[in-house]
């Protein structure tokens, strides 16, 4: 399938890119990675920002080699430690809120799970809900396919309505959740329905 073959050829891109952090020992890539926490501290972030992708890269070297666990440097005091890698916590707001909590942007595992978000729980487990189906229309198997007059066009409209949330996501949904941690990342793309960072208007 296409999505699948786009997922594979992303993952070896950004193995690619991480190169570069595979290039620093332990302590430069621990030191490089606290800097850069206090950095993202105090804020709401976009996904594809740049920095914040940097440093997911940087994350999937240091998860991979556990440096988290080594203690080389001292971690930013507002980051608090995440139970799931021992990581501090970065957690990301994505379409899967609701069965998967806050991610945590080193291990990919549940940081924060939505029961113990807090205040804002209600409204994004809503928002997710009502994404699910529109995200649903890129998984559409070939029967429901064919019995749909036109399936390009429920795509199309799908990937429009995607956009629509996903701004709704970062303008109204995400932002409380940084009164509760030290930064906070949010998805801003649907791969699936082609709908790209660009594409989100906030």
């Given at each position: 399938?296409?999505?699948?073959?786009?997922?594979?050829?992303?993952?070896?891109?950004?193995?690619?890119?991480?190169?570069?952090?595979?290039?620093?020992?332990?302590?430069?890539l621990?030191?490089?990675?606290?800097?850069?926490?206090s950095?993202?501290q105090?804020?709401?972030?976009?996904?594809?920002?740049?920095?914040?992708?940097?440093?997911?890269?940087?994350?999937?070297?240091?998860?991979?080699?556990?440096?988290?666990?080594?203690?080389?440097?001292?971690?930013?005091?507002?980051?608090?430690?995440?139970?799931?890698?021992?990581?501090?916590?970065?957690?990301?707001?994505?379409?899967?809120?609701?069965?998967?909590?806050?991610?945590?942007?080193?291990?990919?595992?549940?940081?924060?799970?939505?029961?113990?978000?807090?205040?804002?729980?209600?409204?994004?487990?809503?928002?997710a809900?009502?994404?699910?189906?529109?995200?649903?229309?890129?998984?559409?198997?070939?029967?429901?396919?064919?019995?749909?007059?036109?399936?390009?066009?429920?795509?199309e409209?799908?990937?429009?309505?995607?956009?629509?949330?996903?701004?709704?996501?970062?303008?109204?949904?995400?932002?409380p959740?940084?009164?509760?941690?030290?930064?906070?990342?949010?998805?801003?793309?649907?791969?699936?329905?082609?709908?790209?960072?660009?594409?989100?208007?906030?």
């Amino acid at each position: 399938m296409r999505v699948a073959h786009e997922a594979d050829s992303v993952e070896r891109l950004w193995q690619d890119y991480a190169g570069v952090f595979r290039q620093f020992d332990d302590l430069t890539l621990a030191r490089w990675m606290s800097q850069t926490l206090s950095q993202l501290q105090g804020q709401l972030w976009r996904m594809s920002h740049p920095l914040v992708a940097s440093y997911r890269l940087a994350a999937m070297v240091a998860h991979d080699r556990q440096v988290w666990h080594q203690r080389l440097v001292t971690v930013p005091p507002d980051f608090p430690i995440t139970e799931c890698c021992r990581a501090p916590l970065l957690p990301m707001v994505t379409r899967d809120v609701l069965e998967n909590g806050l991610i945590c942007l080193h291990c990919n595992g549940t940081a924060v799970e939505i029961e113990k978000v807090g205040e804002p729980a209600e409204a994004l487990a809503a928002w997710a809900e009502t994404y699910a189906p529109v995200h649903g229309v890129a998984h559409w198997d070939d029967a429901r396919r064919a019995a749909h007059e036109n399936y390009d066009q429920a795509y199309e409209a799908a990937a429009t309505e995607s956009e629509k949330q996903l701004a709704q996501l970062g303008l109204e949904l995400a932002p409380p959740l940084v009164e509760f941690y030290p930064a906070v990342v949010w998805e801003d793309q649907d791969e699936c329905l082609q709908v790209r960072p660009e594409d989100i208007v906030t």
